[in-house]
């Protein structure tokens, strides 16, 4: 199918048949701050979960190679992911049964240095918001 048409769908119902709707482009991409503790997802990505292993795997990527160190950084450089031309964007359900999508692309940090991220948001269709659910990098080898 035609990423760019792909662009476009964000409703789905139970059954996984999509419609077309508003473009993903109208919606504001939010990295979601603290909810049920004192971190949010950035703190999560830069390995400031105490104890959580996957905390510090996912930091080895955004903070460590790629170089982001504040919040603020690497939430504008997930933010700018999403609105992405070049993206690689996939429409699925999620696991209780939301729109959401994965993009991927290459995101380049405060260090000049590149990885292949991965984002999955979560689309609400009735605000026009997409929440950040996770996201994860690979190191070029």
């Not at 979601?32 to 400031?48: I, N, R, Y």
């Not at 996912?58 to 903070?63: E, G, I, P």
Request: glycine content about 8%; some cysteine.
């Amino acid at each position: 199918m035609n990423e760019n048409r792909i662009r476009t769908i964000v409703t789905v119902d139970s059954q996984g048949n999509a419609f077309y709707g508003l473009p993903v482009d109208a919606f504001q991409p939010v990295v979601p701050g603290p909810q049920d503790s004192t971190l949010g997802k950035a703190d999560f990505l830069l390995g400031k979960v105490p104890g959580n292993p996957k905390s510090v795997e996912r930091s080895a990527v955004f903070r460590d190679y790629l170089g982001f160190q504040e919040n603020s950084q690497l939430e504008t450089a997930l933010e700018q992911q999403f609105r992405s031309p070049n993206a690689k964007v996939w429409l699925r359900l999620n696991q209780v049964g939301q729109p959401s999508i994965s993009i991927t692309s290459t995101i380049v940090g405060p260090t000049g240095t590149s990885a292949i991220v991965t984002c999955g948001w979560t689309l609400h269709p009735e605000t026009q918001i997409a929440t950040l659910n996770t996201a994860f990098g690979r190191i070029p080898k």
